[in-house]
Structure formats: C-alpha cells, structure tokens
C-alpha cells in the first residue's frame, strides 16, 4: 500500500487553515492506521467495525460541527474534512458517524428539550449510546411526507405504530429518533431499545456499505411518554433539515471515496504494462481518463470548500447543500467506475478498494435524497417551479 498524500491539483490546500489541515491529518492517520488495514476483511463479512465507535469519539466525529454537551464545535469545513476522510476509509464508515451527529445528535440539539439534550448529547457524543434516524417506510422514500407511521395521543403517552426500512445503524441503536404522523403533523419520537413493540431486523444480503448496519424497524401499540418527543420539531420541515445537515457531510464525504479511487489506479497505471512493455498510463485513452478524474475531483473540493465557507456564515441552504450533494456523489460513482476500468480484471477483486467503493457509491446516490430529487430541488430553486409530482 502508499502512503496517501491527498489530492491537490490547484492548491485547494492554500485555502485551508492550519487547524482544517490539522483536523484533516489526525482523520487521515487513524483511517489508515485502524481502517483500512482491515476494511476489506469487514465488507467481506458484512460486519460492522464496533470496536471503532470509541476510538471515534475520543476524536470528537460525533457531532463535530455542534456546541456544548461535550460536542467539539468545529466548523462546518473541518467537519467536512473528517467526513471526506473516514468515507476514503469506507463510506460504511462515514454513514455511521453521519447518523450519529447529523440526523441524531443534530436534531436533538436544535428541536430538543433541555432534559433530553442533557441525557442524549453527551452520552451519544462520547459514543456510549449509538443513534438511528427512522423516516423512510417500506412505500415512502422519496416521498417521506405520505408516511404511514402514526402517534396517538394518550393521556402523557404517545402510541406508536408503523414500519420504517433501511435505517442505518437500526439494530445496534440505543435510540431511534423515528418520525411519525401525530394529530398535529409529522413528529419526532426518542424511542429506547428495549420499549415493548419495538423490534428490529438487519437487511441481509446488501452488496453496498457492507460495514455498515442498515436495518428495518417495526412499531407495534409502542407506548412512550409524551416528553419522548422533540417539543420543537413540527412538520416535515423537521427531518428535511436533518437530512440538510447529513447530504452536507455527504457532498465532503464522497470526495474522499473517489480520491481513493483515483489514486489506487494511478498508481496501478504506472506500474502495468501492456503493449511494448509500456505503462497503461502511457496510452492516451487511459490519459484521457485521469485529466476526467482530476478536472471532476478538483471542481467537487471547490464545490465543498464554498458550501461549507457559505454554511459557516449561515448563508448555505438546502438547495446549496442539493448542489453539492447531487454533483460530489455522481463525480465519486464516475471517477469509481473509470477507476475499476483501468485495472481491469483486478478491478473487480477485494484485493483493491475501487470496487468496494463503487458498490458502496450506489447507495450512497440513492439516499439521503437520490440523484433525481436533488435534481428537482436544484431546478426548482432556478425556475421556481416544483415539479416533484
Ligand atoms: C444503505 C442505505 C442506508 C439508508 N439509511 C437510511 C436511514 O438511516 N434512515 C432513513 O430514514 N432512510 C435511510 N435510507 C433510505 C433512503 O433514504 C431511501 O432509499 C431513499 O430516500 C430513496 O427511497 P426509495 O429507496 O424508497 O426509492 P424511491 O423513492 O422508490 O425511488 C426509486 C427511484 O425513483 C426515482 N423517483 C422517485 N420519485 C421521483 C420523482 N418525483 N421524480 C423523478 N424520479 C423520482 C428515484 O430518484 C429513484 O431513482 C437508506 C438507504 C440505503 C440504501
């Protein structure tokens, strides 16, 4: 293996501060020193890494970006640096530290009451609690507003019926925030493992984020006391900020998946010949490929840089984050797949990460809004015009 140098083809890192190169390098140490020795192993048993969760939280992943409750309060770009170099470990990797702080620590931070910050925050920042966000249904992904899933008010109860699918980190949760219709709109519910009529069962059988725990959940007459749920999230508006905050770490997260590609098979380019004992990387269709790669990698870290310079002067919005959610994660699954093309038959083996990553891309283009929707909400946002249904 190489020791991984980063990739800056128009000195991105001339716009980085010392502390953003210094975040950057202690991510980059502990994934190649605790990850990626041992990745392929785990994507090849589908386990999940639990002995990280830890290790991560001593290094402040969880929450990173949020103050107080024990949380780092980085900035939004340092913030983007870790997601972009846990995901060159693995994008399983990089989904569970998203959960953790985007789409659990996150929304109790900003919708929860003081009690439930005080007894989540620090305990799921320090990783001694693990956290799923429940909003797709087996029948509505896209469209997470036509949920099935309903809260009933009961005295100071809430009942709790409905079924959530493909929920990242769902069966080693110690908490599910899941979403549900209430009399009053869409509701957030804190729902313990352990509440009797809550189950959980891993999807088998994944080809993608196979280190990853990805799972369904299932919500029979589930009883939780009314001070379970977020006071302050009401409507759909609540979760789609969340996913905001999880698609922006995405955007940074996807870079790092496909400077690994690129650099795996510029290495292997220069190394294998073919035809009067040249290099591959001498012929001009493979050169072809790696000025597409660079030229692609490079407008992405742009990309990033801006919308998390914009997010750290609040000015970066949903529709930013759609940019760069949409270009970052499409750019990661071409540069994979140009990649695995150049190393041919070795391309498809574990003994290279290129193909891991390809499968792992598939999902990622697919959720936290897919390819298509934040092509919606991109065009909406020019022509003003929705045209979702
Ligand atoms: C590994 C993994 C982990 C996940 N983790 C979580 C999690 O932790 N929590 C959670 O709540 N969810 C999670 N998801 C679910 C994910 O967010 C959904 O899969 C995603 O929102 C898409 O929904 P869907 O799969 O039902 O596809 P669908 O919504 O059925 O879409 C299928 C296809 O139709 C297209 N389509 C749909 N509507 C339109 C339209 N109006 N215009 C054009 N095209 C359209 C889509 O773009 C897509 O190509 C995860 C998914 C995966 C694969």
């Known amino acids: 293996m190489f020791a991984f140098r980063g990739v800056d083809y128009l000195e991105i890192d001339s716009l980085l501060n010392d502390q953003e190169k210094l975040v950057r390098q202690t991510v980059r140490e502990f994934v190649d020193k605790e990850v990626l020795p041992s990745i392929e192993e785990w994507n090849r048993e589908g386990k999940f890494p639990r002995h990280l969760v830890p290790l991560m939280a001593e290094l402040d992943f969880y929450g990173a970006n949020l103050e107080g409750y024990g949380c780092a309060g980085m900035s939004n770009v340092e913030y983007g640096l870790i997601m972009q170099e846990l995901e060159r470990g693995d994008s399983g990797l990089r989904s569970f530290v998203s959960v953790q702080g985007a789409l659990v620590m ?36 896209s469209n997470p507003g036509g949920m099935r899933a309903r809260a009933v008010k009961d005295g100071e109860h809430y009942v709790l019926n409905g079924e959530k699918a493909w929920i990242t980190s769902g069966t080693i949760a110690d908490v599910a925030l899941v979403w549900a219709r209430a009399e009053d709109g869409i509701r957030g519910f ?46 759909l508006p609540a979760p789609l900020s969340c996913l905001t905050q999880a698609r922006y770490g995405i955007g940074w997260g996807a870079i790092g998946a496909a400077m690994a590609c690129y650099n795996e098979a510029l290495e292997y380019a220069k190394v294998r010949k073919q035809f009067d004992d040249k290099p591959i990387a001498s012929h001009q269709l493979v050169q072809a490929k790696f000025a597409d790669m660079i030229t692609e990698i490079t407008k992405a870290q742009l990309l990033a840089l801006q919308v998390g310079r914009l997010k750290d002067r609040g000015r970066a919005d949903f529709a930013h984050v759609s940019m760069l959610k949409r270009n970052n994660v499409k750019m990661a699954l071409e540069t994979a797949r140009a990649a695995r093309d150049i190393l041919g038959a070795n391309g498809v083996a574990d003994e290279y990460p290129i193909f891991r990553h390809m499968c792992n891309l598939e999902s990622v283009y697919t959720y936290e809004g897919t390819h298509n929707i934040h092509t919606l909400i991109i065009a909406e946002r020019v022509t003003g015009i929705p045209a979702y249904k």
């Open 106 to 141: 996150y929304p109790i931070h900003q919708y929860g009451s003081e009690e439930q910050k005080q007894r989540w925050l620090p305990a799921l920042h320090e990783g001694r609690a693990i956290g799923c966000f429940g909003l797709t249904e087996p029948d509505f992904g």
């Open 190 to 235: 804190l729902v313990e493992r352990g509440t009797p009529g809550f189950t959980s069962k891993d999807i088998k059988g994944k080809f993608s984020l196979r280190a990853s725990v990805t799972s369904s959940l299932a919500l029979q007459d589930v009883r939780v006391p009314a001070s379970s749920m977020l006071p302050k999230a009401k409507g």
